[in-house]
C-alpha cells in the first residue's frame, strides 16, 4: 500500500511540475533587477518603450541615447492631449536579451512605438517582434543596413554605414594620402564588420588597387589583448589603419598600439565618440579620427537651438552626436503620433514611413522606401582630450 500511495505521489509531483512547465512560457518575462514595474495602462498616457544597452560592454553608448530621448519627454511631454510616458529597459549589451527587452515592452508594457537600440546588433535581434508586433521602432544610430531592409516596421534617424565607410575611406584616400591601409575589426560586432566591409570596397575603388588593404586582423567583443592583431598589421606596413569597433576595445587597441611603438594613424567609426573612448585611450587616443553624426559647433537646424540650449542648460556640458539622435527618435515619433490623430500603431507606423523635411536635431530627417534618412556624416578628431569638429561630409 505504501509502494503505490508512493508512486501516486511521484505521479502527481511529475503532473504538477508539467503544469507548471506548461503555463511558464505564456508570463510576460520577469523584469531586470534594475528596471521598475510598470503601472497599468491609463488611457490617458500613450506609452513609448526605449530598449538601450544601460550595462554590459556598451553601456556607455545606450546611456547617452536615453539621455537624448528623455530631454525630449521633457521638452515635449504631450501629444493629442495624452501624456507621453517613456517605458526604459535595459537589454544589457546582449542579443537575446535585447529580443526579451522589446518582448516586454510589447506585451507587458503596451508601448505603441519604440526606440532602440544603439548597436545594430542589438536591433536587429528585435527586428521580427517588432514587425510581426505591428510596433513601429525608430533607431537613432544602428547604422548596418540589415536593421531597416525588408522590415516595413523599422526605421532610422541616422545614415548608414555604406555611406560611413566610404567617408572614412575618402578622409584616408584624401585627407591622409594613404594608399594601403589595414584593417582591426571587432569581428563579433556587426556593426563593425559591415563597417569594414565597406571601408574596404570604397577605398580599393579609390585606390585603383585590388591589393591595397594589406591586412585584415579580428578580434572579439571582450578581448583585453591585442598585440598579435597590431604585429600582424603592422608588419605589412600601412600608411593608415581603420578599427571600427566598440568603444572600449578601440581604445585598447590604440593604446597597445602606441605602446608597442606603432606610430600608424588609427581611423574609425561613430562608436568612439564617448567619454569613455578618451578615459580609456588616454594621450594614446590622441589624433584618432573617426565620423559621427553631429556636431554642436553648428546649430544645423531651429530644433539643433532647442536641443542645444537645453541640453547645455541641464547637463552643463556639450552632447554627444547619439544623445541627439536619441533625441529626434523620440520627437519624430511624437510627430507622427500627431499627425495619425489617434493612437493607432500602424497609423503611427505610416505616418512615419512618410517623414519628409522633418526638423530634427540632427539635421533635416527624409525617409526613403526602406525607412532610411540621407544625411551628412561629421568628422571629428581628439585633441587636447576632447572631441573636436574637423568637417561635414555631404551625401555622395
Same mark, same amino acid.
Given at each position: 500500500?505504501?509502494?503505490?500511495?508512493?508512486?501516486?505521489?511521484?505521479?502527481?509531483?511529475?503532473?504538477?511540475?508539467?503544469?507548471?512547465?506548461?503555463?511558464?512560457?505564456?508570463?510576460?518575462?520577469?523584469?531586470?533587477?534594475?528596471?521598475?514595474?510598470? +503601472?497599468?495602462?491609463?488611457?490617458?498616457?500613450?506609452?513609448?518603450?526605449?530598449?538601450?544597452?544601460?550595462?554590459?560592454?556598451?553601456?556607455?553608448?545606450?546611456?547617452?541615447?536615453?539621455?537624448?530621448?528623455?530631454?525630449?519627454?521633457?521638452?515635449?511631454?504631450?501629444?493629442?492631449?495624452?501624456?507621453?510616458?517613456?517605458?526604459?529597459?535595459?537589454?544589457?549589451?546582449?542579443?537575446?536579451?535585447? $529580443?526579451?527587452?522589446? +518582448?516586454?515592452?510589447?506585451?507587458?508594457?503596451?508601448?505603441?512605438?519604440?526606440?532602440?537600440?544603439?548597436?545594430?546588433?542589438?536591433?536587429?535581434?528585435?527586428?521580427?517582434?517588432?514587425?510581426?508586433?505591428?510596433?513601429?521602432?525608430?533607431?537613432?544610430? +544602428?547604422?548596418?543596413? !540589415?536593421?531597416?531592409?525588408?522590415?516595413?516596421?523599422?526605421?532610422?534617424?541616422?545614415?548608414?554605414?555604406?555611406? #560611413?565607410?566610404?567617408? !572614412?575611406?575618402?578622409?584616408?584616400?584624401?585627407?591622409?594620402?594613404?594608399?594601403?591601409?589595414?584593417?582591426?575589426?571587432?569581428?563579433?560586432?556587426?556593426?563593425?564588420?559591415?563597417?569594414?566591409?565597406?571601408?574596404?570596397?570604397?577605398?580599393?575603388?579609390?585606390?585603383?588597387?585590388?591589393?591595397?588593404?594589406?591586412?585584415?586582423?579580428?578580434?572579439?567583443?571582450?578581448?583585453?589583448?591585442?598585440?598579435? #592583431?597590431?604585429?600582424?598589421?603592422? @608588419?605589412?606596413?600601412?600608411?593608415?589603419?581603420?578599427?571600427?569597433?566598440?568603444?572600449?576595445?578601440?581604445?585598447?587597441?590604440? #593604446?597597445?598600439?602606441?605602446?608597442?611603438?606603432?606610430?600608424?594613424?588609427?581611423?574609425?567609426?561613430?562608436?568612439?565618440?564617448?567619454?569613455?573612448?578618451?578615459?580609456?585611450?588616454?594621450?594614446?587616443?590622441? @589624433?584618432?579620427?573617426?565620423?559621427?553624426?553631429?556636431?554642436?559647433?553648428?546649430?544645423?537646424?531651429?530644433?539643433?537651438?532647442?536641443?542645444?540650449?537645453?541640453?547645455?542648460?541641464?547637463?552643463?556640458?556639450?552632447?554627444?552626436?547619439?544623445?541627439?539622435?536619441?533625441?529626434?527618435?523620440?520627437?519624430?515619433?511624437?510627430?507622427?503620433?500627431?499627425? $495619425?490623430?489617434?493612437?493607432?500603431?500602424?497609423?503611427?507606423?505610416?505616418?512615419?514611413?512618410?517623414?519628409?523635411?522633418?526638423?530634427?536635431?540632427?539635421?533635416?530627417?527624409?525617409?526613403?522606401?526602406?525607412?532610411?534618412?540621407?544625411?551628412?556624416?561629421?568628422?571629428?578628431?581628439?585633441?587636447?582630450?576632447?572631441?573636436?569638429?574637423?568637417?561635414?561630409?555631404?551625401?555622395?
Amino acid at each position: 500500500m505504501k509502494k503505490w500511495l508512493s508512486i501516486l505521489m511521484i505521479m502527481l509531483l511529475v503532473l504538477s511540475l508539467g503544469l507548471t512547465g506548461c503555463s511558464s512560457p505564456a508570463e510576460a518575462p520577469a523584469p531586470a533587477e534594475d528596471e521598475e514595474e510598470v +503601472a497599468p495602462v491609463d488611457e490617458d498616457v500613450i506609452r513609448i518603450g526605449v530598449f538601450q544597452p544601460l550595462t554590459g560592454a556598451n553601456a556607455a553608448g545606450g546611456a547617452l541615447e536615453v539621455e537624448g530621448s528623455r530631454l525630449a519627454n521633457e521638452l515635449y511631454p504631450e501629444v493629442l492631449g495624452k501624456k507621453i510616458e517613456l517605458v526604459v529597459v535595459d537589454n544589457r549589451s546582449d542579443a537575446v536579451e535585447a $529580443a526579451s527587452a522589446v +518582448a516586454r515592452l510589447i506585451e507587458r508594457d503596451n508601448v505603441v512605438a519604440i526606440i532602440g537600440s544603439w548597436g545594430s546588433t542589438f536591433s536587429m535581434a528585435a527586428g521580427d517582434l517588432v514587425r510581426d508586433n505591428q510596433i513601429p521602432t525608430v533607431a537613432a544610430s +544602428a547604422t548596418n543596413p !540589415m536593421v531597416t531592409l525588408d522590415n516595413d516596421y523599422y526605421f532610422r534617424v541616422c545614415f548608414l554605414d555604406p555611406f #560611413q565607410g566610404t567617408v !572614412m575611406a575618402n578622409y584616408a584616400y584624401n585627407g591622409l594620402g594613404a594608399r594601403t591601409a589595414g584593417i582591426i575589426r571587432e569581428v563579433s560586432n556587426d556593426y563593425a564588420v559591415g563597417l569594414a566591409r565597406f571601408f574596404e570596397q570604397a577605398f580599393i575603388e579609390l585606390t585603383g588597387d585590388d591589393n591595397a588593404i594589406v591586412e585584415i586582423s579580428d578580434y572579439n567583443t571582450g578581448d583585453q589583448d591585442f598585440s598579435s #592583431q597590431l604585429l600582424n598589421v603592422s @608588419g605589412k606596413n600601412p600608411d593608415v589603419i581603420f578599427a571600427p569597433g566598440n568603444f572600449t576595445e578601440s581604445a585598447l587597441v590604440i #593604446q597597445q598600439a602606441r605602446n608597442l611603438g606603432i606610430d600608424i594613424p588609427f581611423i574609425g567609426g561613430d562608436t568612439w565618440e564617448t567619454p569613455e573612448f578618451i578615459e580609456i585611450g588616454g594621450d594614446a587616443v590622441e @589624433g584618432a579620427v573617426f565620423s559621427t553624426f553631429f556636431t554642436s559647433d553648428v546649430a544645423i537646424t531651429k530644433e539643433s537651438e532647442t536641443f542645444l540650449t537645453a541640453y547645455r542648460e541641464q547637463y552643463g556640458k556639450e552632447p554627444a552626436a547619439v544623445t541627439a539622435l536619441g533625441y529626434d527618435a523620440y520627437i519624430l515619433i511624437r510627430d507622427a503620433i500627431e499627425r $495619425a490623430g489617434e493612437v493607432d500603431s500602424n497609423k503611427i507606423r505610416d505616418e512615419i514611413a512618410k517623414t519628409q523635411g522633418f526638423e530634427g536635431a540632427a539635421g533635416a530627417i527624409n525617409l526613403d522606401e526602406n525607412g532610411d534618412p540621407v544625411k551628412s556624416a561629421v568628422i571629428k578628431v581628439v585633441e587636447n582630450g576632447e572631441f573636436v569638429y574637423l568637417d561635414t561630409i555631404q551625401p555622395f
